[in-house]
């Protein structure tokens, strides 16, 4: 299950829809796709999205997680600066507040606590 919306703009190994896929085919099981962008302009939008059926079909089943399998993302270096999502202002003012990475656009400090978030709100998942 994808828990997560995409954020890279062309066909990659890395976006979460083929990496669920992939990893639903090797277990014989069933992709379920969160069909949305990671990342929005505005909350407003954000809070649509969430509310449209294609998400709404898969967000009930976050509850019914027993693991879930995330890559941390380095700062800087991310795929989120790669993918044109962080600009060179945006990682040096989450590294100045001490962010190392990021876990679903939710930066972290090397002590693993929340740092503030680039994205409040913008965030599909």
């Not at 202002?89 to 507040?97: F, K």
Request: charged content about 15%; glycine content about 10%.
């Amino acid at each position: 299950m994808q828990v997560f919306g995409e954020y890279a703009s062309q066909h990659s190994p890395t976006r979460a829809a083929e990496i669920t896929r992939q990893i639903a085919e090797m277990y014989d099981g069933i992709g379920h796709y969160l069909n949305a962008p990671a990342l929005v302009e505005d909350r407003a939008l954000a809070e649509g999205l969430m509310r449209t059926s294609s998400v709404m079909q898969i967000t009930p089943f976050y509850d019914q997680l027993d693991m879930l399998l995330l890559g941390a993302g380095p700062l800087p270096g991310s795929p989120l600066e790669q993918n044109g999502l962080l600009n060179l202002q945006q990682v040096e003012q989450l590294e100045a507040v001490g962010a190392i990475g990021d876990l679903c656009c939710h930066f972290f400090a090397a002590n693993g606590q929340p740092v503030d978030n680039a994205y409040s709100g913008r965030v599909i998942g």
